[in-house]
C-alpha cells in the first residue's frame, strides 16, 4: 500500500495525489518510487483513459526535499539524477493523457514535472518555477524543458535568479493551460481528462510518442550533462554549505 501517494479512478479517469503534506509535498526517493509504480499500474490498465496529478493539502509541490539531497556525495548525486530520468522518462512514455492540476506552489522538480505534462490547470494562488539556485544545486533538467517551453531567455532569467512566477504570468506564457478558481482546480483538470480519454486511443498515442521523439535528443543531453554537473556540484560542498543554511535560517524564523 503507498505510503506517500494516494489514488482513487473515476469512471476512465484515474487520479494520482502526491501526499506528504506536511512537507508541501516535497519528493524524496520513496515518494518518487510509488509515484512512477501507480503511473505503471495506471498506464497498463485498459480502463483508465487519462491520468491527473495533483498534490495533497495547499501545494502541488514544493520539489526536492532539501533534508534528502543534503547528504548526497558526489556519487549519490549522480544516482539521484539517474533517478529523475526514470522517472521523467516513464512520463514522457505515458499514452494515455497527463493533466497536472496544480492546486499550489510548483517549484524545481515538481514544476519541470508540471511541464512535462500534457495540461496544466490552476488557479490565481498558483506560483511556478525553478529556485534550485538559491539551494546551491545547479541545473540541467530545468533548463532543458524549460527551453523546450519558454525558449533560452526566459530560461535563463528564471534559471540564474531562481525567481517564481506567479498564476498570471504562466498563464500569460501559456504553461498554464486554463485558469480556474481554486476549488475548481481539480473538477475542471477531471473534466478535461474526461473529454481526453474519449478521443480515439490510437491517435492519441501516436501523437504523445511523436511529440516525445522530437524533444528525445535534448533529454538524453540534459541528463547526461546532469550527471557529470552534479557530481561537480556535490563535490565542491556548496549544495551541502547553502542547504545548510535554509535550515538555519528557517529555524532561526520559527524561533522568532
Known sequence: MPEFILTERRGKVAIVTLSRPKALNAWHRPMREELMAELRRFEADPQVGAIVLTGAGEAFSAGQDLAETMEFDPDRAVEWIQEWEALYDLIRSLSK????????????????????????????????????????????????IMREMLGLARTIDLTLTGRMMDASE????GIINRLVPTEEVLPAAIALAEELAAKPAMAMRLNKARF????????RDCLEAGMRVQKESFASGEPARMMGKFFADRAARKGR
Not at 212 to 219: I, K
Open 212 to 219: 516525445r521523439e522530437v524533444t528525445e535528443a535534448g533529454f
Open 170 to 173: 504562466c498563464f500569460a506564457l
Open 97 to 144: 493523457p497527463f493533466i497536472a492540476a496544480l492546486n499550489g506552489v510548483a517549484a524545481g522538480s515538481a514544476f519541470q514535472v508540471a511541464l512535462l505534462a500534457d495540461f496544466r490547470i490552476g488557479h490565481p494562488g498558483v506560483r511556478m518555477g525553478q529556485p534550485e539556485i538559491d539551494s546551491g544545486i545547479a541545473s540541467t533538467t530545468g533548463p532543458w
